[in-house]
């Protein structure tokens, strides 16, 4: 660069600086006593939670947060069980689809806990909050701590249902594993708070729930258990028991269901499904059938499974064949 050249930069800095000082000046003129602090009404902070006032709202929270994290769960499974099949660009779908559970990299794999054990939090945070209104004699009303029994249990059922290890953590505070031989323990877990609600509730609907709920863990710890009998019907005393008990108030068409809609919360499911099209129903409401018939797991552990780039994966994963 030459001389005269560095000269005329540096006169250009010069003015460009001049231009913006009294635009600074000016700012610090308007901007004098104003400390940017602002009062937000609406603002709420984890204190409030102590006013009787928010206990519908903390049992709506644990729905809501719960209801998130079964979408995010039910995904890995559906393509796992071929209820769906991977027809989209990431791979790490595929290799669910191929029936690979083992493989720790696969981001869906495990993915799913950070929203599941939001709703877990939720769940025992609203429990634990609304029974403390109770004991106060402050709470308005005890279907409202019926309503976070259920959550808390259904929430637990599905954390049993779908991992072979856990962790209960405190927000930022760390828990223990539960451990891969103890997680038959989170359906004790569910039972008990399913019971509490049962004992709690006097609305006939809200009982029909609580029965339907205790005889799916039942039915579901008998599974894991290995108590399927020759006919490959599950022998548990106590899930007929509470089943029997829900159907004196519904019959064999009733279901309880969470509803996702623009006005509550989403589901993971139906996004990877309408919005992202990783997935697509195996079983078609056209009538058409699964017309991706090639991509049943493969549960024979004599034959390795391969990746959508053809490259060996291992032997199918025994769990799914089980």
């Known amino acids: 660069v030459r001389k005269g050249e560095n000269d005329m930069i540096a ?8 231009f913006m ?8 003129l308007v901007t004098v006593g104003c400390d940017l602090d602002a009062e937000n009404p609406n603002a709420l902070v984890e204190e409030d939670l102590g006013d009787p006032a928010v206990a519908g709202a903390m049992a709506n929270g644990a729905l809501n947060t719960t209801s998130n994290g079964i979408g995010a769960m039910i995904t890995p499974g559906s393509v796992l069980t071929d209820e769906t099949t991977w027809i989209g660009s990431r791979d790490a779908w ?13 981001e869906f794999v495990d993915g799913q806990w950070n929203q599941i054990t939001e709703g877990r939090w939720m769940a025992d945070q609203a429990v634990k909050t609304l029974e403390a209104f109770q004991s106060e004699g402050t709470l308005s009303d005890t279907e409202i701590l019926a309503r976070a029994y259920l959550y808390a249990g259904v929430v637990r059922v599905y954390i049993a249902d779908w991992f072979e290890d856990f962790v209960y953590s405190d927000k930022t505070i760390s828990g223990v594993p539960i451990g891969k031989g103890n997680m ?4 004790d877990e569910a039972i008990t708070i399913l019971k509490s609600g049962l004992s709690t509730t006097s609305d006939s609907e809200m009982k029909a729930r609580f029965n339907a709920m205790i005889a799916r863990a039942y039915f579901a710890k008998a599974i894991h258990a290995g108590g399927l009998n020759g006919g490959g019907f599950v022998t548990s005393g106590d899930a007929k028991t509470y089943a029997d008990a829900a159907l004196s108030t519904w019959d064999e068409t009733s279901k309880y269901q969470i509803k996702y809609s623009s006005t509550t919360v989403s589901s993971d499911f139906s996004w990877q499904v309408n919005g992202r099209s990783e997935l697509e129903f195996g079983i078609r409401p ?3 059938g699964d017309p991706f018939p090639a991509d049943l797991v493969d549960t024979d552990a004599s034959v390795d499974v391969a990746d959508p780039q053809g490259n060996a994966l291992g032997p199918a994963d025994p769990r799914l064949a089980a």
């Open 184 to 187: 038959m323990t989170v359906y």
């Open 11 to 18: 006169k250009l800095r010069k003015q460009k600086a001049l």
């Open 94 to 106: 595929g290799s669910l689809d191929k029936g690979q559970v083992s493989d720790v990299y696969n």
């Open 21 to 28: 000082l009294p635009g600074i000046l000016v700012l610090s």
């Open 286 to 288: 056209d009538g058409i």
